[in-house]
């Protein structure tokens, strides 16, 4: 119950009683993965970036098959934090995630570590969408990890805009700001 509960606060954007809640659930099982998984989100929507990743590895270290999103949070702090090995070891437990961001992230990892034959692999692949971040910004909530991610994808040649530019939450595509076209 913690855990849904936690999952819940967190999408809600109630992040301090996400992990609360998801806290409560690791001291009543302390031996579940998918608890720390979720928690390490919870500490990624608040940028608590080292949390996020001991969280993440706790439920890769207690998982059987680590399943690929729990390699995300190891991997976000690992860029922000611009440590290469971390970066390299999550990549390539997440390289198993399917999805949008993945080869998004993927490149602002590759971008992080220098390595220009996989940032060119990856823009070819990525192509230049209108806001990279579009998909990440759901489970990736922080402005520290956000503007590391955003960094590394601009360093790899794509355009993100700046949040304020981006259309806002009404849906009526009223812009929050003047922006360029």
Known sequence: MFILL???YNVEGKTDLAIRSL???VELNPANPTTYGVLSYAYLSADRLYDARDAALRAI??????SAYMYLPVLVSGIVHKNARMVDMARTGYADQVGPS??????????MIGERDEV???RALVGRPDDP????R?????DIALSAIAGYLERAGLDVPAPECLPSETGNGAYSAPCAP
């Open 133 to 136: 971040l579009a998909e990440i």
């Open 6 to 8: 936690g999952a819940v």
């Open 23 to 25: 806290r409560q659930a």
């Open 61 to 66: 270290d207690l998982s059987a098959n680590a």
């Open 102 to 111: 993945r080869n998004i992230l993927l490149l602002a990892a590759a971008s």
């Open 138 to 142: 759901m489970f990736v909530q922080g």
């Open 120 to 122: 060119e692999r990856l």
